[in-house]
Structures are given as C-alpha cells and as structure tokens.
C-alpha cells in the first residue's frame, strides 16, 4: 500500500506570493495533519482535518489555510509568503486522528522563500 | 498548557550498546498519547513506538522500548543493541485525548550518533 504521498517535493517562491501544497493519505486514513518544520527544530502544528472538518488548529496567522477533500486528501495553502515561511512542511495521516493513533508522515515539501 | 521537554540535544553510543533517550512532558489531561518518531537525515518522520496513558505495561517494539513513568512524566526511549543506521533525530510527541483539540506537539528532539 501507498504511504503518505505529498507533492510537489520542493519548491522556491517568493516574497509575498501564494502557495499550495497537496497531501494523499495513506489509504483508510479520514484525518490528515499538517506540519511545519523548520530547520533544526521540532515539527510545529498548524491543522489537523478529519472527515473534511478542521478539528484542530495551531498558533499560526490566518495567512496559512488548508482543507481537505471528499477522497480525504488535503492542501495547505499559505498566502502572502515570508522569508521566516521557509520550512519543511510535512503531512500526516491517521486512521480517525484520536489521541492513540499514530500518525503516518509523508516525505514533506521544502519550501524556500526567497 | 501540554508541553515536550528533551533535555538531549545530541547523544553518543557506541554500536550494538543500548541508549536511553530522555523525554518528560506536561499536560493536565488524564487521556493522552505519547509517540516516539526517528527522522533521517533524508527527512521523513518514521513511527517507532506508542504509549498511552492508561497503558498499565511499558510498550515495546522490537529494538524499541518506551520507559513509561506516569508519576514523574517521562517517557524515555530506549534502543538496544545500536545500529549504525540509527542515526538520526528522535522526536518524542504529545496528543491529548480530550482537551488537546487533536493537537500533536512534539520536543525539540535528540540527535543520536551511533558509533562504530
């Protein structure tokens, strides 16, 4: 079976312009999560979706968005991009996205801001 | 407000000797999760080990063995018998089961160096 698949795997942008990155959960997994990365550091929460409703919510502005799809699929959309926006962004699935579930990670996408 | 503290930031262990990686956390919920995940340097976040709160025995899988100590909130990973390819970060992670909001937080992680 397919793991986690998200794409594109790296991409260069710049300042103030906008961005999407695509997540395909493991197949089964209704709860996608997204994460932000950066270097040297933890992952950092930004959303969590389970059956096309946000669930959870982290410390992020409003600049960054996501939904998910009826295929449970998901996109993470940032607007008005910034230099600190760089960062590994890595997605995640679960069976149904509760406390004893693992999560399962994709390959993430490397975003750089320039 | 939950909380991962790993007081490691790197580690060295020689091959095929066991290492202790430290992990304690905060949270104020009675229902919560703790996950261990190893990240290459290639990147992906690979699943190791899972302990619940309510878990009565320690969990274990294979190498892998979590140190669950529910009194004093830690929950250090073990890893017998090293492997040079275990090298990498490790990330102890937090989801609460009923205050978290489906949030997941990780530590700041631990790099392990396996020497040969």
């Known amino acids: 079976d397919a793991g986690v698949t998200q794409s594109p795997t790296h991409l260069i942008k710049t300042r103030g312009q906008q961005v999407t990155l695509r997540c395909s959960p493991i197949s089964g997994h209704k709860s996608v999560s997204w994460y932000q990365q950066v270097l040297g550091q ?32 998901s996109e993470l959309n940032v607007n008005a991009l910034l230099l600190g926006d760089s960062a590994l962004y890595l997605c995640a699935s679960s069976l149904r996205g509760q406390s004893n579930q693992p999560q399962h990670f994709g390959d993430g996408t490397r975003l750089s801001i320039l | 407000a939950q909380k991962i503290t790993q007081t490691q930031p790197g580690m060295f262990v020689q091959e095929k000797e066991a290492v202790t990686l430290d992990c304690t956390y905060d949270t104020s919920d009675p229902s919560y999760g703790l996950f261990w995940y190893k990240q290459p340097s290639s990147g992906e976040m690979i699943f190791l080990i899972y302990q619940g709160s309510y878990d009565q025995q320690n969990a274990t899988e294979g190498r892998y063995s979590l140190n669950f100590q529910k009194a004093r909130k830690s929950a250090n990973l073990v890893i017998s018998a090293s492997q ?33």
Do not use: H
């Open chain 1, 42 to 73: 933890g992952p950092q929460f930004i959303f969590q979706y389970y059956e096309k409703e946000e669930r959870g919510r982290g410390n992020f502005p409003d600049r960054f968005s996501a939904r998910q799809f009826p295929n449970y699929s």
């Open chain 2, 84 to 116: 040079l390819g275990d090298s990498a970060m490790y990330f102890c992670a937090m989801r609460e089961g009923l205050s978290g909001g489906f949030k997941t937080i990780f530590g700041a992680g631990t790099r392990l160096f396996v020497k040969a």
